[in-house]
């Protein structure tokens, strides 16, 4: 899939201010019969942003201006735990999420955010604190991954991440693409670990690997 | 990550990602590229990475190091396999076999004779070993470190990385062990156990770690047990829990059908009696548990770790000092229909359902049919028991656990994933109230407004005959524990 790059972007941010946002919570499982990729805008929090009519609650931040334009979310510990599905990026995405901010995400969440060039930054309680209330003011901010810098009207946040991954996300890199260049070095590996453990040849159904 | 010393003593979870370390991705090699042994694909997470690689033309480069079971979307109806068109006119279970067709995948259907879910499935087939690596879409994957194996969640992009390469790029986790010495009371099941430890460390208590569990009640768990306990600790927020293969492992592997033999065998086991943890290893963080103060645990929110021992009430948020904690529990008890103070024995259900990836072995539906030889389920509660696997369902007929259960009222169904996550027609209705032995009791989990709340096997089976969640000690049962 192409990735867009993040260098820096600006725009509004909403507060979702809880801890554990589960993943069925961010993509319930109507949404997740498809073996695409397609229309899981829809499902984004949708238990949350629609009525069982499908009207929009007008109490939830996303329908409400001005961050139903907000291209970044703030949110408490344990972002996106739960289920693996990675349906739960995508739909955000589409929906034109393109950075997280949170005191922590679970792992898979992480990976999958990565893997799609979802920014997904870990912050203090302190900043993350600073940004719900710049969040709540209804401010906009810019957030510059190059110098990993947010700046808003009340001075500046800085974040760091890991720097493979910053490099990736700023250029929209394949993480396949990039493998495949240890094409060799896995194939040596394997006669190698294959070698030490003569019992996982055949692997599973008596084919040699 | 510091350099680490050849000789320096090491634990079991560095040991295997040490082993499948291809090569480190940078300096510090906090992330490597790690070789995967073996993958279990399901319907409804792998059909993008398919579409992926054909649109890029890349093969699968190891199709005989992959399963392929269908689990999460299908229906677990008794007559379910007269329909033979039903999977064609499915569309996840359409592509997902015109995948494994096109790319030489073995492929579990529903009309296949070991269909089941995908973490049963791959261990009673002897498919996970000691020492390997096993990645797969699907967070319970961690259930495999009842092997001493490492076996984690990964998404969808993972899933494509990980055909197309036979590895994934991933990011070493710090150390965490949980010992737990003892002996289990009478009652007190691997998830009763497992509960404890989330309750106390929190959803995220093992965020960034890989858990070992060790120590006399760990030692003393049966492979069953130990699966259960390993399948949950995602939901403590650990992608990765290990424990160190022993006798209980070799027996248990000992007569499967795929898991090595004869010579192999032999070199197999003096390699898996090496996978401990060295003596004066570090870990970043230790916690412990005493066997005996356990007691048999439910949820009463909408986290796993809001759960409490039976004997409790409902806490009060207006107690809870963090804003956020007090404003989660108000939500979860309100979305729960509860009330501060309620004693959790006193909390009635709609529903029962026993079965998912953590509890729905032999070991767990013989567990519930202690409880409910010679009783019935009360009348107000539906209850439903599906099995880990076709081949689980056929071994509890050939006990008689299943007439016991659908003498006690419970429907006895074919396998899959079912109720522990709704996505096929097994759902509970807004409002419901479900006593569950699954794995997670978010908002809307087994359907939009459902109840859940999660406890074991047994316990399940005593609030389907009481109508009420209650303590299953004071019920007694032939065999309980």
Not at chain 1, 26 to 44: C, E, S, W
Not at chain 2, 171 to 191: F, Q
Not at chain 2, 343 to 369: H, K, M, Q, V, Y
Request: net charge negative; charged share 25%.
């Amino acid at each position: 899939m192409p990735i867009e790059p993040f260098i820096r972007r600006t725009a509004h941010i909403a507060a979702l201010p809880a801890a554990n946002i589960d993943t069925d919570m961010i993509m319930p499982k109507v949404f997740l019969k498809g073996v695409d990729r397609k229309g899981l805008d829809a499902g984004v929090f949708h238990d949350l942003r629609f009525d069982e009519q499908g009207s929009p609650l007008p109490e939830f931040v996303l329908n409400r201006a001005p961050w139903d334009k907000a291209e970044f979310l703030v949110a408490g510990p344990n972002f996106g735990c739960g289920s693996s599905r990675e349906h739960a990026v995508w739909g955000l995405l589409q929906l034109g999420v393109r950075a997280i901010f949170a005191e922590s995400f679970a792992g898979i969440f992480f990976d999958n955010c990565a893997r799609n060039g979802l920014l997904a930054v870990e912050l203090s309680a302190d900043k993350i604190a600073h940004l719900t209330s710049l969040a709540e003011a209804g401010e906009r901010i810019s957030v510059d991954l190059e110098n990993q810098n947010i700046s808003a009207s009340q001075g500046d946040i800085t974040f760091q991440i890991d720097e493979r991954r910053r490099h990736m996300l700023m250029n929209g890199l394949d993480a396949i693409g990039m493998t495949l260049q240890w094409r060799e070095d896995i194939a040596a590996f394997q006669d190698a670990y294959l070698n030490t453990c003569p019992w996982l040849v055949p692997p599973m159904t008596g084919k040699t690997i | 990550m510091t350099v680490r010393v050849e000789s320096a003593p090491r634990t079991l979870y560095d040991k295997l990602v040490d082993a499948h370390t291809v090569r480190p991705l940078d300096d510090e090699a906090r992330e490597v590229l790690l070789y995967v042994d073996r993958t279990v694909l399901n319907e409804y997470t792998s059909p993008q990475a398919f579409t992926g690689l054909r649109e890029a033309g890349r093969p699968v480069v190891h199709p005989e190091a992959a399963l392929a079971v269908v689990d999460h979307v299908n229906s677990t109806e008794p007559g379910r396999a007269e329909d033979r068109n039903a999977a064609s006119r499915d569309i996840q279970m359409a592509y997902f076999a015109r995948n494994c067709a096109d790319y030489g995948i073995e492929l579990f259907d529903l009309f296949h004779s070991q269909q089941g879910i995908e973490h049963v499935v791959m261990p009673e087939l002897g498919l996970v070993l000691p020492g390997m690596v096993i990645a797969a879409g699907d967070s319970h994957t961690t259930t495999y470190g009842a092997f001493g194996a490492l076996g984690f969640g990964i998404g969808t992009s993972d899933i494509e990385h990980m055909l197309a390469t036979q590895t994934l790029v991933y990011r070493r986790l710090r150390n965490m062990k949980i010992e737990v010495t003892g002996d289990l009371p009478l009652g007190v099941t691997a998830k009763d156990l497992i509960m404890a430890v989330i309750s106390k460390i929190g959803a995220s208590g093992a965020n960034g770690f890989a858990i070992e569990f060790a120590g006399s009640t760990i030692e003393a768990m049966s492979m069953e047990g130990r699966m259960t306990v390993c399948n949950m600790a995602v939901e403590c927020g650990a992608r990765g829990a290990v424990i160190a293969p022993d006798e209980t492992a070799f027996a248990y592997l000992s007569d499967k059908p795929r898991a090595p033999k004869g010579v192999g065998l032999s070199a197999a086991l003096k390699h898996w009696m090496s996978l401990t943890s060295d003596p004066g290893a570090s870990f970043d963080k230790t916690v412990h548990l005493e066997a005996r103060e356990i007691a048999p645990m439910v949820t009463w929110g909408t986290s796993p770790d809001q759960a409490g021992p039976i004997t409790d009430t409902i806490p009060d948020p207006e107690k809870e000092v963090d804003p956020v904690r007090r404003r989660d529990y108000r939500r979860a008890i309100d979305y729960m229909g509860l009330a501060p103070g309620l004693p959790l024995a006193d909390i009635r259900i709609d529903r029962a359902f026993i079965g998912s990836c953590t509890n729905a072995r032999i070991e767990d539906l013989r567990a519930a049919a202690a409880i409910l030889n010679g009783r019935t389920v009360a009348p107000h509660v539906k209850a439903l028991v599906v099995p880990g696997s076709s081949e689980v369902r056929r071994q509890a007929e050939r006990e008689g656990i299943a007439r016991i259960f659908t003498e006690a009222g419970f429907e006895w169904r074919q396998s899959g994933c079912s109720m522990c996550l709704a996505m096929n027609d097994d759902v509970a209705a807004a409002g419901e109230r479900c006593a569950s032995s699954t794995n997670r009791n978010f908002e809307g989990r087994q359907g939009a407004g459902a109840r859940t709340h999660l406890m074991s096997p047994a316990m399940v089976a005593a609030a389907a005959v009481m109508g009420h969640l209650c303590d299953v000690r004071t019920l007694g049962g032939e065999d309980a524990d």
